[in-house]
């Protein structure tokens, strides 16, 4: 469950006045000693201002490619426009020295539009046999 900062600062108030061990008081509240205990912290290095709750995202993503590589692999695709995101992400990897995936390569080249679809010829099948089946090497006769 989570508390708002009011509440947070309630409960250190009170677990501080209290007459019995913090242990005990915690129990009664039914307030773990580790998540008290990092509120404490929390309060005495920020004061009220640091009980507040804080977004669980990170800010950045860990391995989120910067965007000036972002940058640098676009461009090296838009120079030279024959090589394939693998052989992009080799190049890129040996002339740069910064290791960029084939499939990090394409994403980036696909949300550009910089990646042609494959050219698919459809063939359709015909309706009727050109053979009748066979069976043992005899054709098959009607029933």
Known sequence: MRYPAAEKLEIIRLVEQSPLPVRHTLAKLGIPRATFYRWYDRHS???PEALN???PRPDRVW???PDGVRENVIQMALDEPALSPRELAVRFTDRQSYFV???S???LLKARDLIASPAFIVIMGSRTRL????SCGKPTSPI
């Open 105 to 107: 390569v394409y994403r």
């Open 131 to 134: 053979r009748p089946p066979t």
């Open 45 to 47: 290095s920020g004061g």
């Open 101 to 103: 995936s084939e499939a």
């Open 53 to 55: 709750d804080r977004s």
């Open 63 to 65: 391995n989120r490619i």
